[in-house]
């Protein structure tokens, strides 16, 4: 394993912030830590997770791409059950729309139309962000590397995604009872569909298809917020349900 793969591991391991500095990686070569940090923690894969897709994220970490991570197995929180917040180094969470998908999607031509031909449901969801890194300082390649700052997520009943339009739909935000922000599903990159598209291109260029079955959380429609034990958060989106989690 390579020596930042190893230290990101260890920092997920022992909860300990590595300090920042950048890794002069290419995003090439940081996707192949990042590979090396899922191998370990994984291997199996329970979703993936985009991020950055949303201009409101990409201003707040000041990058200007978006990225991939994976979500493995033992990270997924079922609904009801409390975020666990010493388990995590600094989380972060952030409303999402997660699709499943029916078919297999792969090749350099995907569009958001085909994603949307193969989806079988979408579900609102809660992406839970931990940054090895301390005070969410990095680059991208360093966050490539740090699987996409990937600790946990939860997602709400699979909803028929047949006559939504997830562009349109809204999202209320709300934390300890009180709203922080709202958006539309348009935030992310014109269309959470496109988003998808997006990532099964990316994969191409890594000789990778997207199998059917999988669950893809397709990036945040708003600013991340911190979290820490007594809190509360809450995700409306229209048409796809509300998600609380508390925190403990
Ligand atoms: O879900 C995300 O948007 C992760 C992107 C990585 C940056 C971050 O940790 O906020
Ligand atoms: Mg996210």
């Not at 201003?59 to 493995?72: A, I, T």
């Not at 010493?86 to 031509?109: D, K, N």
């Not at 839970?128 to 005070?135: F, K, N």
């Not at 348009?186 to 000789?207: M, S, T, Y």
Request: charged share 20%; net charge negative.
């Amino acid at each position: 394993m390579s020596e930042l793969a190893d230290r990101l591991v260890s920092a997920v391991r022992t909860r300990t912030a590595l300090d920042p500095g950048a890794t002069g990686l290419t995003p090439e070569a940081a996707y192949d830590v990042q590979d090396e940090v899922v191998s370990a923690l994984g291997p199996g894969v329970a979703a993936i997770k985009l991020g950055l897709t949303s201009k409101a994220k990409q201003v707040q970490m000041s990058v200007d791409e978006p990225l991939y991570g994976w979500l493995v197995d033992g990270t997924e929180i079922h609904r009801g059950d409390p975020l666990v917040a010493g388990e995590l180094i600094q989380p972060r969470v952030e409303p999402e729309i997660a699709f499943i998908t029916s078919a297999e999607l792969g090749g350099p031509g995907v569009s958001a139309a085909h994603v949307l031909a193969a989806t079988s449901a979408v579900m609102a969801a809660i992406d839970v962000l931990d940054s090895r890194y301390a005070g969410y300082s990095f680059t991208l390649p360093d966050v490539i590397a740090d699987n996409a700052s990937a600790a946990r997520f939860v997602v709400g009943d699979p909803i028929d995604p047949t006559g939504v339009d997830l562009r349109t739909v809204g999202c209320v935000f709300s934390k300890n009872g009180e709203m922080v922000a709202t958006a539309a599903g348009a935030a992310i990159l014109g269309h959470p569909a496109a988003a998808v598209a997006w990532f099964v291109r990316k994969l191409a260029e890594r000789d990778r298809v997207l199998p059917a079955g999988s669950v893809v959380l397709a990036g945040a429609l708003t600013a991340a917020i911190p979290v820490e034990t007594g809190d509360s958060v809450t995700v409306e989106i229209d048409r796809l349900g509300t998600l609380e989690l508390a925190v403990r």
